[in-house]
């Protein structure tokens, strides 16, 4: 199973920036690892896709995205980022990394905390 640790969230004011940060216990965009992602969680809300990206460079963003975010990737040091800009107050969450085995298995990291506020 692998093991996924998110960092970078943090306290930021509207139209401000983060990046995160997703580091696997190994490669990413493997095999055996085909398809990265990341998702957010807000209070009282279902967690919902925030953006994918798999190993042949294909991604996927959410609609309320609208290009303020770029999911990125350094696969060799195992790593997932996402860049986050004009950030707005209903980007509060908690974002949480995801790792899809090439059997469909998902993965979890234990999340970081995102909010938006004057």
């Known amino acids: 199973q692998v093991q996924l640790a998110e960092s970078g969230g943090g306290l930021v004011q509207p139209g401000g920036s983060l990046k995160l940060s997703c580091v696997a216990s190994?490669?990413?965009?493997?095999?055996?690892?085909?398809?990265m992602g990341w998702y957010r969680q807000a209070p009282g809300k279902q967690r919902e896709l925030v953006a994918t990206?798999?190993?042949?460079?294909?991604?996927k963003y959410a609609d309320f995205v609208q290009g303020r975010f770029a999911i990125t990737s350094a696969p060799t040091r195992g790593t997932l980022y996402l860049q986050m800009n004009s950030l707005k107050p209903e980007d509060t969450a908690v974002y949480f990394c995801?790792?899809?085995?090439?059997?469909?298995?998902?993965?979890w990291g234990p999340g970081t905390q995102v909010t938006v506020s004057s």
């Open positions: 190994e490669n990413i965009f493997t095999s055996r690892l085909p398809a």
């Open positions: 995801n790792a899809k085995t090439y059997a469909g298995t998902d993965n």
């Open positions: 990206r798999s190993r042949y460079g294909t991604t």
